[in-house]
């Protein structure tokens, strides 16, 4: 199964740059000084990926009035992202780890299991990296239902 490798609460969060959807590239360092949600999903446009994606487009500006940017992140690449964005109306950037780099250094890769098969894949994980560039908290294979609200309460008591 998956292994918990990647940073761990109370350490210094690897800096990451990906290509988001429609253009450009996104680093957490251009957050300095505010508290990022980092996200990591399976795949757009999927039931589950939808759904919490779409839970926190809809909490995107309470989390923006606490003081926190919210970063979707998956494998897919950044015209899937486009298309996902666009259909579904996502308010959040999404980045695309086409190489699978991050989500190795976040320790979100690993293998899977679903009806039996075993497979590679992103363990759906969410990671809290305080104002300060250190990992607050750490939700790791996150059940979507309620989930939104226990981030944003998080991000609250900051």
Same mark, same amino acid.
């Given at each position: 199964m998956?292994?918990?490798?990647?940073?761990?609460?109370?350490?210094?969060?690897? /800096?990451?740059t990906?290509? *988001? /959807? =429609? =253009?450009?590239?996104?680093?957490?360092?251009?957050?300095?000084?505010k %508290? @990022?949600?980092?996200?990591?999903?399976p795949?757009?446009?999927?039931?589950?990926?939808?759904? $919490?994606?779409?839970?926190?487009?809809? #909490?995107q500006?309470?989390?923006?009035?606490?003081?926190?940017?919210?970063?979707?992140?998956? !494998?897919d690449p950044? %015209?899937?992202?486009?298309?996902?964005? #666009?259909? *579904?109306?996502?308010?959040?950037?999404?980045?695309?780890?086409? $190489? =699978?780099?991050?989500?190795? +250094?976040? &320790?979100?890769?690993? $293998?899977?299991?679903m009806y =039996? !098969?075993?497979?590679?894949? @992103? $363990?759906?994980?969410t990671?809290l990296? #305080?104002?300060? &560039? +250190? @990992?607050? *908290?750490?939700? +790791?294979?996150? !059940?979507?239902?309620?989930?939104?609200? %226990?981030v944003?309460?998080?991000? *609250?008591?900051?």
């Amino acid at each position: 199964m998956l292994s918990a490798t990647g940073p761990s609460e109370g350490d210094a969060a690897p /800096d990451i740059t990906l290509p *988001r /959807d =429609g =253009g450009g590239t996104v680093s957490l360092s251009d957050f300095s000084g505010k %508290a @990022i949600v980092l996200y990591f999903y399976p795949k757009d446009d999927t039931p589950g990926c939808t759904t $919490e994606a779409l839970d926190f487009s809809a #909490a995107q500006p309470d989390f923006a009035a606490a003081g926190a940017v919210v970063l979707g992140v998956s !494998k897919d690449p950044v %015209a899937k992202h486009d298309k996902f964005v #666009a259909k *579904r109306e996502i308010a959040i950037p999404l980045l695309s780890d086409a $190489e =699978g780099d991050v989500c190795e +250094r976040y &320790g979100v890769w690993g $293998e899977k299991q679903m009806y =039996g !098969k075993t497979f590679m894949g @992103i $363990e759906r994980s969410t990671f809290l990296i #305080a104002p300060d &560039g +250190r @990992i607050a *908290r750490i939700w +790791r294979k996150v !059940k979507v239902p309620g989930h939104v609200d %226990a981030v944003l309460e998080a991000v *609250r008591a900051l």
